[in-house]
């Protein structure tokens, strides 16, 4: 049967534990009585000193006096991580501890404990076993922070809340271990009292204890606050501290007090934006805030609105600054009330100070006004067309200035466009100088207007000015003039285009410009034989031709009188310039209806189309010669131009040698040599055979390789050039020596041809050669003709 003891340390664990289930090799059929007990927790203290390993307590089976035993246990700390905190003697069954155990990290441990035979086959049920860590006392309160802050209200009661603090303590807060509480070891500074605050020593909420928080006085307070576990007590807890800064908030408590009860200033007439007194004032609360901003008010003695004061945002004084200008001459002081608050309100239970209102003298002095003209502009109406020297009105002006001696205004004129008007010096009449005229440029919806100055003789001088607007009332003085002055008729009546439409511009207005008369003139007589006015409505008519009169093409003539509605009417012999021309079906004039109208006839226009078509062909043929010379150009040989072949031309030179006695020349160096290694190791530049230069020789560039064929003709050309401007260079009749001449020849020398010999050659094969060797077969196939 199972025999099991238990054995307490604290509760000390049992010394033996033995399998509680029955044997798994039991006779067969006996059924054994399961024991109804609880294995107790194994208690282990954290943070052991040792020795290691430390017993903790024996596993036995009742079947080890039959049996070999071997032991083991599974779990969390024996063979999973962490691994090898316990371990077990298999023999004989005794389970160790191997090391310090940290309640902090891991506070139990569930193992299960295994009994096998020599074949490790099972003999006995697995039992499990807990494992408890036993707090102790290691870790000290720990504050999130070091340093909190927190406010509070000036002027607060007793118990108004403050701030909260916290400690967390990693030890078992189910035992003293961790159970922590606060109190508070000093506070700075001590006004008014050492201890205005308190803490709970709990929840670490901090609260006030006692009147007397005022910002003024004492705007922030620091505290030392102590976290000790073990519930507080010094001598066996763990302690830490932190730093509470408690600042006292600015409420509105402290009214604005004005620093003197009256104040004063001064301040010229007519000025603006100007500030004329300045007004101090104290405040003790939070500055630069709504409860230190100040706000002043006129109360009184400012009913016009002349003033208003404006806050200075650095130093928090009134500025009294005029926003209306003041007349000396209406009010020469002013006496304003004034009261200055703040922008929050004051706090509860707070009165306003006395000082929060003075009296604000503000002195008037009085300066040199300019004159002023009452009625500015003035307006008046006159027709125009008024002679100079008539006298229109008298633009005068005041002076503001009553209260001075009597002063002397004089007038000028300041701006006058047409210069059409005077002013009278002393009073101020005003005379044209010339005829106003409503149709100027200077007039503008028939008003002039002109500025005139008025100067007093104050100390310093003053002036104003004053506008005089002059409505200039038309009269009928300009005749109407026609429009158009250019347009085309046909030559011939059509059905649908009949004549001209004419009308007129007058620069006058109504009632003298529209409806006009329009009506030909009776001389000359031609004018109203072959032309006739139709009228289509007031302001226009109908210029056209007779009915069966035929005017050839042309340009004519034909003067119209026009006449206006004025009283008198004015009349205007316009002319029109009418342009007589064949036209189409649409009544347009055609292109060559329009040459004839322009004064050319038939035979003119005729010779003007042979000259176009000369022109053109002749513009054709020089063309068609361009094209013919450019093919030319494009079908002659690469090195000669036609007019330099010497194969059907002779060239006499100075000096042509001594015929077949002439044979001395090597001519070699005008063939291709065999090799190129001579020519490509000379220095660069063109050098002579006959004649070596004294002096140093131009470097000419020469081709690296031998050329292509097809650029032979430019590299001739280029030892030319070269030659010819060579300051180094021998006689001009000396045998010149190029990097290249070409492939060699097959032929033997021209010397032997002699222009003298006389033989049976027949040169008649010349002729079939082309008109290059023309030439060549006239001067040898002749025969004996030449």
């Not at 000193?49 to 039959?66: C, K, T």
């Not at 500015?376 to 002076?399: M, Q």
């Not at 056209?544 to 009169?549: D, E, F, H, K, S």
Request: glycine share 6%; net charge negative; charged share 20%.
């Amino acid at each position: 049967d199972l025999i099991q003891e238990k054995k307490e340390v604290i509760q000390a664990p049992p010394t033996v534990i033995m399998f509680s289930g029955s044997g798994l090799n039991g006779t067969k059929g006996l059924r054994r009585q399961k024991r109804d007990w609880v294995i107790p927790p194994i208690n282990v203290a954290e943070n052991s000193r040792g020795p290691f390993p430390q017993m903790l307590v024996s596993i036995r089976s009742d079947q080890d006096q039959d049996i070999s035993i071997r032991y083991s246990i599974t779990g969390v700390g024996a063979d999973q991580p962490p691994n090898e905190v316990f371990n077990i003697d298999p023999v004989l069954g005794k389970m160790f501890v191997t090391k310090p155990l940290d309640r902090e990290h891991r506070s139990s441990y569930h193992l299960r404990a295994h009994a096998v035979d020599m074949n490790g086959n099972q003999v006995e049920n697995p039992i499990d076993l807990y494992i408890f860590v036993i707090d102790m006392n290691d870790n000290r309160p720990e504050f999130k922070n070091q340093v909190y802050n927190g406010s509070v209200d000036e002027g607060s009661k007793p118990g108004t809340y403050v701030m909260h603090l916290s400690a967390f303590d990693a030890d078992d807060n189910t035992t003293a271990n961790g159970m922590v509480r606060y109190r508070i070891l000093s506070q700075t500074p001590h006004s008014p009292i050492p201890n205005m605050f308190t803490i709970n020593s709990e929840t670490g909420d901090i609260v006030t204890v006692a009147p007397g928080l005022d910002r003024e006085k004492v705007s922030q307070y620091t505290i030392i606050v102590q976290a000790t576990d073990m519930e507080g007590n010094l001598n066996f807890g763990l302690s830490n501290t932190a730093t509470a800064i408690i600042t006292v908030t600015d409420i509105n408590d402290n009214p604005p007090m004005l620093t003197s009860r009256t104040f004063s200033g001064e301040v010229p007439e007519n000025r603006v934006d100007v500030v004329v007194a300045n007004l101090t004032v104290i405040d003790a609360d939070q500055p630069h805030s709504p409860n230190w901003n100040a706000i002043y008010r006129i109360i009184s003695g400012d009913p016009s609105g002349h003033f208003t004061i404006r806050t200075d945002p650095v130093s928090n004084d009134g500025m009294v600054t005029v926003v209306k200008p003041v007349d000396f001459e209406m009010n020469r002081a002013f006496m304003l009330t004034v009261v200055v608050s703040n922008q929050a309100h004051l706090a509860s239970g707070i009165q306003s100070s006395l000082q929060s209102t003075a009296g604000v003298t503000i002195s008037v002095q009085d300066v040199n006004e300019p004159p002023y003209f009452p009625t500015n502009p003035k307006h008046i109406r006159f027709e125009e067309g008024v002679p100079a020297g008539t006298s229109l009105t008298t633009f005068s002006a005041s002076d503001p200035d009553r209260l001075q001696m009597q002063q002397l205004i004089r007038y000028s004129k300041l701006n006058d466009p047409a210069d059409w008007l005077s002013i009278n010096r002393t009073n101020g009449q005003i005379v044209t100088t010339a005829m106003l005229d409503r149709e100027s440029v200077y007039v503008k919806n028939n008003i002039y207007e002109a500025t005139f100055l008025a100067t007093d003789n104050g100390s310093p001088a003053a002036s104003g000015t004053g506008t005089l607007q002059i409505y200039l009332i038309d009269i009928n003085d300009n005749p109407p003039a026609l429009i158009p002055k250019e347009s085309q008729i046909c030559e011939r009546i059509n059905k649908n285009v009949n004549g001209v439409n004419i009308t007129a511009a007058d620069a006058d207005t109504d009632p003298n410009a529209g409806p006009f008369v329009f009506e030909l003139p009776n001389f000359p007589t031609s004018i109203r034989r072959n032309w006739t006015i139709s009228r289509l409505s007031g302001d226009y008519a109908r210029l056209g031709l007779r009915y069966q009169v035929y005017l050839e093409p042309g340009v004519y003539e034909v003067p119209v009188i026009v006449s206006d509605s004025g009283n008198p009417p004015l009349s205007n012999r316009s002319v029109i310039k009418v342009k007589v021309c064949p036209c189409d079906e649409n009544g347009d004039c055609t292109t060559l209806g329009a040459v004839a109208a322009a004064g050319l006839g038939t035979g003119a226009i005729i010779s003007i189309l042979i000259c176009i078509i000369i022109l053109l062909s002749m513009v054709l043929l020089f063309v068609v010669w361009i094209k013919r010379r450019e093919k030319e150009r494009q079908t002659k040989q690469l090195l000669i131009d036609p007019e330099d072949d010497v194969r059907d031309n002779i060239l006499k030179y100075d000096e042509e040698g001594g015929g077949e006695e002439d044979q001395d020349y090597d001519l070699s160096q005008l063939q291709q040599p065999d090799s190129l290694e001579h020519i490509i190791s000379k220095p660069p530049g063109v050098r002579r055979v006959d004649e070596r230069p004294i002096i140093p020789e131009s470097q000419y560039p020469i081709r690296p390789v031998v050329p292509h064929p097809g650029d032979i003709g430019d590299f001739i050309h280029e030892g030319l050039r070269a030659a010819d401007n060579d300051p180094t260079a021998p006689p001009y009749d000396s045998l010149l020596v190029f990097d290249y001449e070409g492939s060699g020849s097959t032929a033997g020398s021209v010397s032997s041809l002699n222009s003298s010999s006389t033989g049976d050659q027949d040169y008649d094969y010349l002729n079939d050669w082309g008109p290059r060797f023309k030439k060549l077969a006239d001067m040898y196939g002749g025969g004996d003709d030449d």
